[in-house]
């Protein structure tokens, strides 16, 4: 008999590796399956000039394909920024609700190593926005700091904490925190 699926919230800030790290777990599991917001709201018409009807509807039809992969036995990874801890609440009640296990991690870098990542990599993920500047600092701030405090509000999520290039050490640190 094959174990519960697993519903695996993988977060952290832009450009902490964190779909890196997903990928490498499903290339590892079989029919896992991968769920990138960031690409998800790309697919919708016109989404820059309707973000808020957009993040919502990137929201829910992740909620639907997580659920719907998780009732048919198969593990889903979900790498995101979490800057409101009720959409970790969300993907808790989806993972109970499907039959299947929850665990959430954080990857964690300090603000001034995790922000010199995002510059370096100079975009926030989706395709089609602006390249980042300097001028984004105070936005990437503020993002940053309200991730930390939605993370704070999780009592259970495993931290792993990040180093630069070492993705075999990330991902084993993952695989560390499961069952």
């Given at each position: 008999?094959r174990?519960?699926?697993?519903?695996?919230?993988?977060?952290?800030?832009?450009?902490?590796g964190?779909?890196t790290?997903?990928e490498?777990?499903?290339?590892?599991?079989?029919?896992?399956?991968?769920?990138e917001?960031d690409?998800?709201?790309?697919k919708?018409?016109?989404?820059?000039?309707?973000?808020?009807?957009?993040?919502?509807?990137k929201?829910?039809l992740?909620?639907?394909?997580?659920t719907t992969?998780?009732?048919?036995?198969?593990?889903?990874?979900?790498p995101?920024?979490?800057?409101?801890?009720?959409?970790?609440?969300?993907y808790?009640?989806?993972?109970?609700?499907?039959?299947?296990?929850?665990?959430?991690?954080?990857?964690y870098?300090?603000?001034?190593?995790?922000?010199?990542?995002?510059?370096?990599?100079?975009?926030?993920?989706?395709?089609?926005?602006p390249?980042?500047?300097?001028?984004?600092?105070?936005r990437?701030?503020?993002l940053?700091?309200e991730?930390?405090?939605?993370?704070?509000?999780?009592?259970?999520?495993?931290?792993?904490?990040?180093?630069?290039?070492?993705?075999?050490?990330t991902y084993?640190a993952?695989?560390?925190?499961?069952?």
């Amino acid at each position: 008999m094959r174990e519960r699926p697993k519903l695996i919230m993988l977060g952290g800030f832009a450009a902490s590796g964190k779909s890196t790290i997903a990928e490498r777990y499903i290339s590892d599991h079989p029919l896992a399956l991968c769920v990138e917001g960031d690409e998800i709201i790309t697919k919708l018409g016109q989404w820059r000039s309707h973000i808020k009807e957009a993040v919502e509807s990137k929201f829910s039809l992740t909620a639907c394909m997580a659920t719907t992969h998780l009732r048919v036995g198969y593990d889903v990874i979900l790498p995101f920024l979490l800057g409101n801890e009720s959409h970790a609440e969300m993907y808790e009640n989806l993972a109970t609700e499907a039959g299947a296990d929850f665990f959430e991690f954080y990857i964690y870098d300090k603000k001034d190593e995790a922000i010199k990542r995002l510059l370096a990599r100079g975009s926030w993920g989706e395709t089609g926005l602006p390249p980042i500047t300097q001028e984004d600092l105070p936005r990437i701030e503020r993002l940053y700091e309200e991730m930390i405090e939605a993370v704070a509000k999780r009592p259970n999520m495993i931290t792993i904490e990040s180093t630069e290039g070492d993705i075999e050490g990330t991902y084993k640190a993952l695989i560390t925190g499961l069952p």
